[in-house]
């Protein structure tokens, strides 16, 4: 295995053996993806005293968990080699795929016997391809999508959606825990994702309504202030409004906790699980219209909650 060629990586001739002397170590993981949600996630897994190898395509993402604690691989197939669970936190199916099956990816060594865990939001049949290349391999798998933007993230109150077997959801509850305030195991492999693609085709229609409604009252004359506090007080007020109340007032979206882009990504997977399944939600479709008309006005790359600016013109 190659390990980065800091100081920190060369501490031993053998990480696995150091790792594993005396048997009373937890499992270690390696953590690939060090993103938005990825850096705080990983950081917490150091903070409960896991084990953590790391690795990310731009090495500079790298530097806050070496300081951390964390051992920085230099190619995912390094950090899979000294863990036993394997946890890509990517932007989709393909970099999943990329990141496990590519050249250096994690799961083109010997991994036999490890749990690979992807809790990114890639869809059921990315899920299911990647279980079934695993499990072709010796491996195990299961998908495990998380609900929550980056303020959760990093105070470990995620919601992780899980798939795959009871055992191996049980084997990684101790690594959920520093991650997630709940675990809701949603059944067989590809589950996880299914679940959170529904949930998330909710969270686009709250979004919208949030949005729209937002411009409506300020036309109507109501002041922001009192729109939002209806809107976070209210019979219809969700974790979602109220987390984003400070941001919203002060029109704050260029620090983003979770971007536009992705919101479209994962409208237009629901989009692809309701023809799969011989649906057509037309709530759904115009809410996802609306983010993608947003998206080619330019805001993709901001926080979600700045699609509000599609409704400063008077069309």
Known sequence: MTYSTRETMHNTANPNAERRAGGADPCAVA?????????????????????LY?????PARSCELERAGARVADSPRAAADAADVVITMLTGGDAVAAVLFGPSGAATGEISGKLFV????????????AAARLHEAGARFVDAPVSGT???????ELVVLAGGSAEDVERLRPIFAPLARRVIHAGAVGSGQALKIVLNGMGCQHLMAFASMLRLGERAGLSREVLIDAFTTGAFATPAYVGKRARVLARDYDNPDFVLDLVLRDAVLCAELQRELGLEMKTHA??????ARAVERGLGALDLFSVEKLYDSSE
């Open 31 to 51: 953590f690939l993806g060090l993103g938005t949600m990825g850096v705080p996630m990983a950081l917490n897994l150091v903070r409960a005293k896991i084990p």
């Open 54 to 58: 790391v690795h990310n395509r731009t």
């Open 118 to 129: 992807d809790m990114s939001t890639s869809g059921p049949r990315a899920a299911t391809a």
């Open 150 to 156: 980056r303020a959760p993230a990093e105070t470990g």
């Open 286 to 291: 115009a809410a996802r219209a609306e983010v």
